[in-house]
């Protein structure tokens, strides 16, 4: 009997809806180095397919469960199961299975708005907000089933936490890269690059240091998002591309890789330590443990990121680890030789503490969040 407790396995849609959410965002991020490489194409192609395929991977294996728990669910799968239009099924796979037909109707919707209005100019154009709405549910759903599994059999194994973190560690990544506009490396010393920050991944880290049963949520949140980052970093200028799109100011002959990531293992890290510290002291209130992390997070981003900064724009970190050294094909040369001039620090008196506060409400929404997602059991 204890030899099964230990080797109790999540089911295979949980993982198959993890790969999921693995190939959308790799998608993602390979889609927008197709566009800063090639320029606008066909919308056939292996970036856009690998985020369909995550849409149609995630939609099947969830409605095969809804189907299997409805018409031939034991009575523990039906218990543990939500009710929607006569079907039922976990509330994750619901969630996923909305995200599926969100991804798919964007789909007609991306091809027909880049045909009428060419390449975009920002990354949240009307279907990438739609498609983002449906990839974020996918993300959502893949941390609520595997949280509902975790929360059913964590005593039987505690490492079924590990994918609920891995959930976490994609949805980061997401997230970062919807504001990609607002934090690249030459903004690193101006206030809103913290605030942008501050505000997204703080409810992250912290609903994942809450809801998880591992000792160190947040730092293995942090760093599933940074190895996948660094693994595409490292990836995709393997490949060889060429411009398609004029007007062409930059010869390359290689996928663009995406910027290095953020550091936030460090105020991950912090995180960690100062929940384990307080909740050893007892029970604190949400809003008290809310103001010490966003207090924690900005200082502990600010000190690992701002020299790193730095040290981003030296000849150092012009190599295949941090890729700095290469450029999209439409970078205008005025703007070439300030590729590696970081803009200089503004009101950061003023701007840090708004970062704070920006901390203190994603921390707490957080904290609001992650007690829910503890609690999940269906």
Excluded at 84 to 92: E, I, N, S, Y
Excluded at 169 to 180: A, D, E, S
Excluded at 219 to 242: D, G, H, N
Aim: glycine content about 6%; hydrophobic content about 55%.
């Amino acid at each position: 009997m204890a030899t099964r407790a230990l080797t109790v396995r999540a089911p295979w849609p949980i993982q198959a809806v993890l790969f999921a959410s693995a190939s959308v965002i790799v998608g993602v991020i390979w889609d927008i180095s197709w566009h800063r490489t090639i320029g606008r194409d066909t919308f056939w192609t292996p970036a856009h397919m690998a985020i369909y395929l995550g849409g149609v991977v995630a939609g099947l294996s969830c409605g095969w469960v809804a189907l299997r728990t409805t018409f031939a669910g034991t009575i523990d799968d039906r218990d543990a199961a939500v009710r929607f239009w006569g079907f039922r099924a976990p509330l994750g796979a619901w969630v996923c299975i909305w995200g599926a037909f969100a991804m798919l109707t964007s789909a007609p919707f991306d091809d027909w708005w880049h045909n009428a209005y060419g390449l975009d100019v920002k990354v949240l154009s009307p279907p990438h907000v739609l498609l983002a709405a449906g990839i974020g549910a996918i993300q959502t759903g893949a941390m609520l089933m595997a949280l509902a599994w975790q929360n059913r059999n964590a005593r039987r194994s505690p490492s079924l936490g590990y994918l609920f973190v891995i959930g976490a560690g994609l949805l980061l990544v997401l997230l970062l890269t919807l504001v990609i506009d607002y934090v690249q490396r030459w903004d690193m010393h101006r206030a809103l690059f913290y605030q942008v920050t501050a505000g997204i991944a703080a409810f992250v880290l912290v609903s994942s240091a809450r809801a998880s049963t591992l000792r160190w949520p947040a730092t293995l949140t942090a760093l599933v998002y940074m190895a996948l980052t660094e693994a595409l970093v490292i990836i995709l200028p393997r490949f060889s591309a060429q411009p398609l799109l004029g007007p062409i100011y930059v010869q390359i002959d290689h996928f663009m890789p995406p910027d290095f990531p953020l550091l936030l293992v460090a105020p991950a890290l912090a995180i960690d330590v100062v929940m384990h510290r307080l909740r050893g002291t007892g029970r604190t209130n949400d809003w008290i443990t809310a103001g010490i992390v966003a207090v924690v997070f900005v200082a502990a981003f600010l000190a690992a990121q701002w020299p790193f900064a730095n040290f981003l724009m030296t000849p150092w970190a012009r190599n295949w680890i941090f890729a700095t050294h290469w450029q999209p094909y439409y970078v205008e040369p005025f703007f070439q030789q300030r590729w590696y001039t970081i803009e200089p620090a503004d009101n950061l008196i003023v701007g840090l503490p708004i970062a704070v506060a920006l901390a203190f409400l994603s921390a707490r929404s957080g904290l609001w969040w992650g007690n829910w997602m503890a609690r999940v059991q269906r």
